[in-house]
């Protein structure tokens, strides 16, 4: 696809996004098994099932722009998802799991926060107030994932520096 136009930049990005999305759907999932905090383990569980939601929004999208929803793959999402499975491969300790999964996933929602923001800005200059708000909504859902994850690593970070001090 050519990248020759603002909307040809929109429909790629949202394709970029519906990816991210959709392979978030699978991640967040392994994410609460790994988990040992039960709070935690249910924000992943709970924004898994806001994704699922995320994804039938740009879905929505794509049917504004009378486009079939198609996902292009995220280089950025696959870094980020490779620096998480690599703390879930590698953390032996159960604090330290907790602290690393929040900063991989916290990564993760700082990179759709930025995309989304974009999106929108797109959006507003296309002139597609519809899809403006339906990306919106997504957006304030990551911020408030996003916040809910700085508050559990304040119970997390202490917890795993104490294993520095042992």
């Given at each position: 696809?050519?990248?020759?136009?603002?909307?040809?930049?929109?429909?790629?990005?949202?394709?970029?996004?519906?990816?991210?999305?959709?392979?978030?759907?699978?991640?967040?999932?392994?994410?609460?098994?790994?988990?040992?905090?039960?709070?935690?383990?249910?924000?992943?569980?709970?924004?898994?099932?806001?994704?699922?939601?995320?994804?039938?929004?740009?879905?929505?999208?794509?049917?504004?722009?009378?486009?079939?929803?198609?996902?292009?793959?995220?280089?950025?999402?696959?870094?980020?998802?490779?620096?998480?499975?690599?703390?879930?491969?590698?953390?032996?300790?159960?604090?330290?799991?907790?602290?690393?999964?929040?900063?991989?996933?916290?990564?993760?929602?700082h990179y759709e926060i930025a995309r989304y923001g974009t999106l929108i800005?797109?959006?507003?200059?296309?002139?597609?107030?519809?899809?403006?708000?339906?990306?919106?909504?997504?957006?304030?859902e990551e911020k408030a994932a996003d916040e809910k994850l700085s508050g559990?690593?304040?119970?997390?970070?202490p917890a795993a520096a104490q294993k520095e001090a042992a």
């Amino acid at each position: 696809m050519a990248l020759d136009t603002l909307g040809a930049l929109f429909e790629d990005t949202l394709r970029d996004m519906y990816y991210a999305e959709k392979k978030l759907t699978k991640i967040l999932p392994k994410m609460a098994k790994k988990a040992t905090s039960e709070e935690l383990a249910d924000a992943f569980t709970s924004h898994a099932e806001e994704t699922a939601e995320q994804a039938a929004r740009i879905e929505q999208v794509f049917k504004m722009l009378e486009k079939t929803p198609r996902a292009k793959k995220c280089e950025a999402l696959e870094g980020l998802s490779a620096e998480g499975d690599h703390v879930m491969e590698e953390a032996d300790d159960d604090s330290v799991m907790d602290a690393g999964l929040i900063a991989s996933a916290q990564a993760v929602e700082h990179y759709e926060i930025a995309r989304y923001g974009t999106l929108i800005a797109w959006a507003n200059e296309l002139n597609m107030p519809d899809a403006a708000t339906l990306l919106t909504e997504s957006l304030e859902e990551e911020k408030a994932a996003d916040e809910k994850l700085s508050g559990l690593a304040e119970t997390a970070n202490p917890a795993a520096a104490q294993k520095e001090a042992a």
